[in-house]
């Protein structure tokens, strides 16, 4: 199959999605598919890779992180799509492009894959403190009519998880499967723990040798609460010898500066791309914690519980689906001295326990492979029953 993923959400810059999209590319071209992304860029170019291509159309910024681009004209995207003569259209962004390729003309099966909940991560936390998530709901009903309204273009409408797909159902969005992701186990492994690499952090942190190294990794955006986390770990850290290193990068990263400034045993460190520094990172510390209650899906803690970390994490949303019991601590989400507790509760008990239960954990986690072999299949079902959706009119 070629499958070509017409992706608002992908950036050489960005996070969560481009991460997961160069490695379908490699796993596609693993089961003898090929996959093609369109995303906006700073100009037209094209990035050949070993198992596919992106094809960036260029476009203006996103207003508020110009990490990221918005398609605008349709015309280079459906000429696009008209070369390349797909076997099936992939479209995530419910804006421009999720008409753009809904209304292309082209025979192609096309299914509207969901990342992300703007009402979730955006509209409801601009009401947080003045109205309830259901009065925000409620009164945004219109959102939810105005994507089904161009779900009746797609032959399929998916989300990368059950927390994604409960949540929308919920709302009245037509949901046909969830197709719940996976992470790259072969970069991520308890094996990789390097105790000087550990003792190093701490040092960094200013901490002893028994204290805990907390994670957090994301971009400085106001959905991953960041400020939430640096004030639970500051509450934590009254009682108990923990500091916390933030990964990331974003426009909030002066903000995020400051929050930090007058804590000792909170440090910001620069995006690692480097998989396997990455991994060394993630096995090294002795937990993730996690703040966004808004994620999808949660690939970073799939990615810390592979590499034998215990999760700390709200109790909605992705992380929290994943989060395996005996070795997390859930707490009641955008709560910081609920999250203070929930790390004194983890590192109350004995840590030989807690590390086994984390290893045990370990080997249960979903591998993107796993991911990419349902969906090909779920893919070729749809190409073999075809074209069956609204067809828009010339």
Not at 362 to 383: F, G, K, N, P, S
């Amino acid at each position: 199959m070629r499958i070509v993923d017409v992706n608002e959400f992908y950036s050489p810059t960005g996070g969560g999605v481009r991460t997961y999209v160069d490695r379908k590319m490699e796993l596609m071209a693993e089961l003898g598919h090929e996959l093609i992304v369109i995303a906006p860029g700073k100009r037209d170019w094209i990035d050949a890779r070993p198992a596919g291509r992106v094809i960036y159309v260029k476009a203006p910024p996103m207003p508020f992180d110009a990490n990221y681009g918005l398609f605008w004209s349709a015309a280079p995207v459906t000429r696009l799509l008209d070369e390349l003569a797909p076997d099936l259209v992939e479209a995530s962004s419910p804006w421009r492009p999720a008409w753009i390729v809904g209304r292309w003309r082209g025979a192609a099966p096309r299914v509207f894959f969901m990342h992300n909940d703007n009402l979730k991560a955006y509209v409801e936390r601009w009401f947080e403190g003045l109205a309830s998530p259901a009065w925000v709901e409620r009164r945004f009903a219109w959102y939810s009519r105005y994507i089904n309204d161009f779900l009746k273009y797609y032959d399929a409408v998916l989300t990368n998880g059950p927390a994604l797909a409960k949540r929308l159902a919920r709302r009245g969005v037509r949901i046909d499967a969830a197709m719940p992701l996976g992470i790259e186990r072969g970069h991520f492994s308890p094996a990789l723990r390097d105790q000087g690499l550990r003792a190093s952090m701490l040092a960094e942190l200013g901490l002893p040798p028994t204290a805990h190294v907390l994670l957090d990794l994301g971009r400085h955006h106001p959905e991953k609460r960041w400020p939430m986390v640096i004030e639970a770990v500051a509450r934590a850290r009254r009682d108990l010898p923990v500091g916390l290193i933030l990964i990331g990068d974003g426009y909030e990263r002066r903000r995020i500066e400051k929050l930090i400034a007058p804590h000792r045993n909170i440090v910001l460190w620069r995006p690692i791309y480097d998989r396997l520094q990455l991994a060394r990172v993630l096995a090294s510390a002795d937990a993730l914690i996690h703040g966004s209650e808004g994620e999808p899906f949660g690939l970073v803690a799939s990615e810390a519980i592979a590499s034998g970390l215990p999760l700390i994490a709200p109790d909605e949303g992705g992380c929290a689906e994943v989060a395996a019991p005996q070795a997390s601590a859930l707490y009641r989400a955008k709560d910081p001295a609920a999250a203070a507790a929930a790390i004194a509760r983890l590192f109350a008990g004995d840590r030989e326990e807690l590390r086994r239960a984390a290893l045990a954990a370990a080997a249960r986690v979903r591998t993107d492979a796993d991911h990419c072999r349902e969906l090909m299949a779920y893919y070729q079902a749809l190409i073999a029953q075809g074209r069956r959706a609204v067809v828009a009119k010339p």
